[in-house]
């Protein structure tokens, strides 16, 4: 008997990976820890339904840990400052935005969640830092701020575990369980190439969206971008769903973020860069690669829109200033014109702007010459082209009109004193920002608009909330706000059928 226990030791100690396959029984699985995963998943324990969580990366939290702010209508915060907007106004400006071409029943209901959702978040911790908005000329203050980036998903982890749900990261979803027509759970593989089993009642796919999925941004879209924010977005809760016959919503539009100077690792202005990322947020002369001027600069700050005009110049775009700019910018009481996101301040004086455009005109980035024309040449532009575009902006600049575009005199500025910049910048994508198909409830449909039974996609998984840019300007915050109301909204429908 003792040599029989011996060899099952002996067995048990070199048993194959195979044997630490895992299966786990839940009413609800999420697949993504992110703003929207983790809101879902606390809201699901706390309705008594039994949760596992799952997440591709080795931390939780996902873009939700790059989030400044939320959009909502009616919340008490802004009933404290006395904001007049209400919830059916914002959803009407939101479906002009996008010229109706929405799922109407879904963002209504969103919108209609969404001041609650600012309460319900508070009351998990997360107290909100201010309401405000980034536009000089906008009286209804939407966008509200967070205490700090990523403390809406720390929050949500902690009161998920706290409440008993289980959370398994390095855990990417690699299939969903399909059967006689229902979807009754995923297959998952963790860091150690086991097999996860979740068997569940409802699986709630939260996966981001696929903003990292190159082949695909590209695809959908035709523009070279460079994708920032948190990594692991490659679309694989929307592959998922398609398997099992869900399929896109006006897929295709991204949250273009503007252009900016490459900076590994940085995302808008956030890192060791930003007084010089910054800069393209500013209002200034924009130029494309033979030197030409193509649109109003006074959009930077409208990025979604600025955004539109840049991706149809090509590869790069370029901003151009010259010393008395530079100057203003580093000065006390004048600094940055415009704001970039919570990390340059309007009227922020830059401290360290030199230093940084001559180490980035190191790397290929930016480019300084006595002359204009020196200056294009170094750029690789046709130095009369640029020296015009340059000349007409001194022009309007000392009129205080823009005959061109009609820019506002606020953004207007000579570019006629030497040394000169130009800064060469990218697109930036945040986001993609639809994904499949779904209902009111979050359900996801198919081809014929039936619900698949047991499947829900939020926040960027689900499709039907933009039009063909996203509507900074209608409502800030709406990407963040959709992700975290709608995993609110689909835990509802689970307990409601429940």
Known sequence: MKQVLIAAAVAMTFAPAWAADQTYNVDVVVVGAG???????????????????????????????????????????????GVKLTKIQAFNEMAAYHHWRINAP?????????GDTIQWVYDHGVHWKEVKTAWRDKADLTWHIYPSAGSLPKAMVETFKAKGGTLLLSTPAEKLIYKDGKVEGVVAKNAKGDTITVNAKNVILATGGYNFNVDMVKKLTGIDMIPVGAPGRTGDGIKMAMDVGAIGDNMGPMMINGAFM??????????????????????LLYVDSTGSRFFNEELTIDWPQASNAIARTGEWTYIVFDEATKREFSTEGKGYPN????????????????ALLKANEAKGNVFIGNTIEEVAKKAGMD???????ADMMTKFAKQGRDDQFGKDKYYLRAVSEGPFYVVRGKLNTLTSLNGVKVNADLQ????NDHVIQGLYAIGHDAGGVYGDSYDLKVGEGTA?????NSGRMAVRKILADK
Do not use: W, Y
Request: charged share 20%.
């Open 480 to 484: 963040s706000a959709f992700a975290i």
């Open 339 to 354: 704001p970039c996101g919570n990390f340059i301040q309007r009227h922020q004086a830059a401290t360290q702007l030199d």
């Open 383 to 389: 130095p009369a082209t640029l020296k015009a575009s």
């Open 106 to 114: 879904l963002v209504k209901a969103f919108v209609d969640l969404s």
């Open 35 to 81: 703003a929207g995963g983790t809101v879902a998943a606390v809201s699901a324990v706390e309705g008594g339904l039994k949760t596992l969580m799952l997440e591709k990366n080795a931390f939780a939290g996902g873009a939700g840990n790059f989030m400044e702010g939320s959009f909502a209508a009616e919340s008490f915060m802004q009933k404290e400052k």
């Open 444 to 447: 996801v449909l198919d081809k």
């Open 262 to 283: 490459p900076a590994e690792g940085e995302a808008i202005c956030n890192g060791a860069n930003k007084e010089v990322r910054a800069l393209f947020r500013q209002g």
